[in-house]
């Protein structure tokens, strides 16, 4: 009798060697009884690291970095197809069209004075000669993510100055843009320049948008005009996606499970997103092409996530009705080995009543998977919020339940979770993300095996069952709340 791995976080997921084989050198995989070894134990510190090492050195033969589009990370793409053939998996990589961004000239003119700015990616370009117009500042304690921030104010023909935080630039600029603002400027929410960000993708782009220092951020609040000069280049280029799935289990309840493979131009993206890659490759290679499960999964290797969740995006929109459907559940991971680690599982049920709303029905379950598992480490997790800052966020779009674990990336970390965890109070999870010391040396590799395994631990538990107390919708049920959403 098979028995069920939703009924308690303490049960292990288990691999033991099976009776029959999908090769000669290849035996089948079964998830068990409680007597052998699991496969959260299967997905080591030692293999993850591994993966990093890897994806470290193709990003130190090509320019530093692995960003879509590149050598680099075609290089990646290279990697893990080997890995993922070479355990069995019959492997697709399909491309799509996204574009690329330069920014050609960059200066912020303040009372004569030049300050350093920063072109978010795909801003559209100023003329040569730049936007020289008044200064508008969201009021103290406003976030600009709303027309209400701005109330009574006249934004028309002005540079918007608005704080970084709570939610993504592209909703800020947007916001500006439909209020008569001619550009925007994001200040950083912490010491130091803003030198990455994006506004997501040409359709959202409306205004040219660059970010400044926390430091400078006053002196452009203070000054009554400016001259922002941002030329810019969008173009259009193609990357891949690596998909791959087992041959067993059902196709009606798909455990589709990713993380982005690409990284930043800036730098070599171990942290970002190196480390759910590993996670999630390593749980592949551990259960193998043909495992005894109840459901099939699905593993998935986004491009271009860096570019405005392109290829995570265009995946779901290819899908048919029908594909969507026979989704079960989607599991994403990104970001497990942040320098000033913090341990986060993705508020399914909106319990924490931050930003966005609870995920589709099935996604609280999800949320109670990890956090239980984690406290079986004696890992107290918080929640963090669906911000729509990663691949998740086309699923949820759609009504697929959601959710992961995540180590945090520039949100600081509180005094309550510095004392929970360790680690740094009031400094970010990541220094640095989206820099080039995003390294394997950088990574808190304590928390990478800790989030490994839970990595591990949650796509057994589901490509088991996804029913019962930590279920999601099946059947009826799942047509009734999606049809709702």
């Known amino acids: 009798m098979r028995i069920s791995l939703l009924a308690s976080s303490a049960v292990t997921v288990l691999i033991l060697a099976g009776c029959s084989s999908t090769s000669d050198e290849e035996p089948a995989r079964v998830f068990a009884t409680p007597d052998g070894p699991g496969l959260s134990e299967a997905v080591t510190e030692e293999a993850l690291v591994g993966h990093l090492e890897q994806l470290e050195a193709i990003a130190a033969e090509n320019d530093g970095n692995r960003a879509a589009g590149t050598a680099g990370y075609d290089a990646s793409v290279d990697y893990v197809v080997s890995q993922l053939e070479s355990a069995g998996f019959e492997v697709t990589t399909p491309e799509f069209d996204f574009d690329t961004f330069e920014a050609q000239t960059q200066t912020l003119s303040v009372a004569g004075a030049e300050i350093p700015v920063f072109a978010l990616s795909y801003s559209p370009t100023t003329t040569a000669e730049g936007i020289t117009a008044r200064v508008v500042g969201a009021p103290a304690g406003a976030d600009g993510c709303e027309a209400t921030d701005y109330t009574g104010l006249d934004l028309a023909g002005a540079v918007a100055v608005v704080p970084r935080g709570v939610c993504p630039f592209g909703v800020k600029q947007t916001v500006a843009a439909e209020l008569g603002a001619a550009a925007a400027i994001i200040v ?20 040219p948008t660059g970010g400044v220092s926390q430091e400078d951020g006053a002196a452009v609040l203070a000054a009554p005009e400016v001259t922002l000069t941002l030329v810019t280049e969008t173009e259009t280029t193609t990357s891949r996606n690596i998909i791959a799935q087992t041959t067993t289990g059902s196709t009606e309840n798909v455990v589709v499970t990713g993380a982005h493979l690409d990284s930043v131009p800036e730098g070599p993206g171990i942290s970002d997103n190196g480390t759910g890659t590993a996670a999630v490759l390593e749980t592949a290679l551990q259960m193998g092409s043909a495992p005894e499960v109840t459901n099939a999964v699905r593993f998935a290797f986004w491009g271009a996530e860096e570019n405005g969740l392109v290829g995570s995006t265009e995946y779901v929109e290819g899908l048919s009705d029908e594909d969507k459907r026979n989704i079960a559940l989607y599991l994403n991971f990104d970001m497990i ?8 599982a993705y508020d399914g049920d909106d319990s924490d009543q931050v930003g966005e709303p609870a995920g589709p029905a099935g996604s609280d379950a999800i949320e109670r998977t990890f956090v239980e598992r984690l406290a079986t480490e004696g890992v107290a997790v918080d929640g963090t919020d669906f911000d729509g800052r990663s691949d998740y966020g086309p699923f949820i779009e759609v009504g697929i339940p959601a959710g992961g674990v995540f180590s945090g990336a520039d949100e600081n970390k509180t005094g309550a979770q510095a004392e929970k965890w360790g680690g740094t109070a009031d400094q970010t999870f990541d220094e640095n993300y989206h820099t080039d010391q995003d390294t394997l040396a950088n990574v808190d590799r ?29 059947g009826a049920e799942r047509e009734a709340a999606r049809a709702e959403g």
């Open 188 to 207: 950083n929410n912490e010491p130091g320049p803003l030198d990455s960000g994006t506004l997501g993708d040409t359709d959202t782009a409306r205004i």
């Open 337 to 344: 080995g942040s320098n000033n680690a913090g341990y986060l």
């Open 446 to 474: 304590a928390a990478l095996a800790k989030n490994g395994a839970a990595v591990a631990y949650g796509i057994g538990v589901y490509a088991q069952s996804v029913e019962g107390p930590n279920g999601v919708p099946v």
